[in-house]
């Protein structure tokens, strides 16, 4: 076993995002931090601004090095994520690492993965292992009603940046010192020269504690649905919106919508449908409410167009709730067809407004194929992403380098 440190394997983890008890992506460096601790000599890097909480809930004692930036921008700025600091971070990591790995140590660079964001750990002498990457997904303005000359223009610059991925010498330097690449899509894995594949390995960073949670019994009749998540252009909020009131028109019936979560659309879209009784909004809620709605719904609604594996996903299955989504980017690995109501998107808006309303009714004509929808996704979720389950695919990759 790893943990009797055969071939004397050492793993430096490297998690900007490392924050327990906070659910999504920002948990996910500690999660996996505390399922390799198990098994492996682990040292984890992350933020500094991580240490008091982590200090609080590490039981494992695990061997942490808490970092700020120590050149050019030493204190990240309030509020949004910072590129530019994260990017100064990561120098901070590699000036750290260099001092300490080995030619025969691992670094694993986890969180935030983005197969763009510039870092400097493949200039370090050990065997280096990045991702789950994203970076290769992007807003289609074409999936979005009324995109603005802004969501345009953002979508038509990834899309240059990523058809530089495969003629661009930085990159090909990067994969070649890579010895194994994770991605969390199919449209990453795409981007990557096809010389590199043999390396490249595709699942989603997500995981859940599967054994936290208990099936939620259902009638399996429509009539509360519920989406989550930030209010962001390319989660499609307005598009949840048309599709159920289609899923009314179609039905006959007044049925409810609960959208939790806040962002920069929340205020327009809450003035849109203020007059509506049957839409909720109930703004960013702490995360024990979020079962609660969901324990409560009927189904799980979701137009996002751009996902890298999103946790809300994860939490409507262990609540026994049937997803609803388009079937695009990180929802092409989860959930499967076989696990959710799912149409692919095309340009046609309108077209897939109906048609996914309209495999939503039909769907729910049959309480068989809802339940054998949602048993499908939970045996998904345990077979590959429950948190123990991803971190023995880590062991595993780790092996097979040493």
Sequence with gaps: MIKERENNLKLYLVVYSCE????????VGWKVANELANVCDLTVITRKANQKLIEEFDKQKIDFIF???ETFIQMKPKG???????????LTVFNVLRKKVSKEDIVHYLTFGNIHLPHFLFLLK???????MGGGSVIKASLIRNPSIYTKLKSAIYGFINYTVKINPIYYFLFSKCSKIILRTNETLNIIPKFF????????????????????????????????????????????????????????ESLKLTIVGDGPMRSFLEKKYSSIDNIVFLGKVPHKTVYEV????????????????????????????????YNISGMQEFPKMDSAI???????????????????????QSKEMINLLCENGKKDIKTNYSWKRLTEKYINIYKSII
């Design 20 to 27: 327990p008890n906070q659910g999504g992506e920002h948990e």
């Design 294 to 325: 969901l324990k409560k719904a009927d189904l799980f609604l979701f137009c996002s167009i751009k996902e890298g594996g999103s946790h809300s996903l994860f939490e409507a299955t262990m609540c026994n709730v049937p997803i609803a989504c």
């Design 197 to 252: 594949h043999e390396k490249c390995i595709v699942f989603l960073e997500t995981g859940i504690d599967f054994v936290e949670t208990q099936t939620v019994n259902k009638n399996r009749k429509l009539n509360e649905i519920v989406t989550t998540g930030r209010l962001i252009k390319s989660k499609n909020i307005d598009q949840v919106i048309e599709v159920f009131f289609k899923i009314c028109e179609i039905k006959k």
């Design 67 to 69: 970092l700020e930036n």
């Design 80 to 90: 949004k994520f910072s590129y530019l600091y994260y990017i100064f971070w990561q």
């Design 342 to 364: 799912k149409i692919t998107p095309t340009k046609n808006i309108d077209n897939n407004i109906y048609s996914l309303a309209k495999k939503i009714n039909d769907s729910f």
């Design 126 to 132: 050990s065997k280096l292992i990045i991702g789950p």
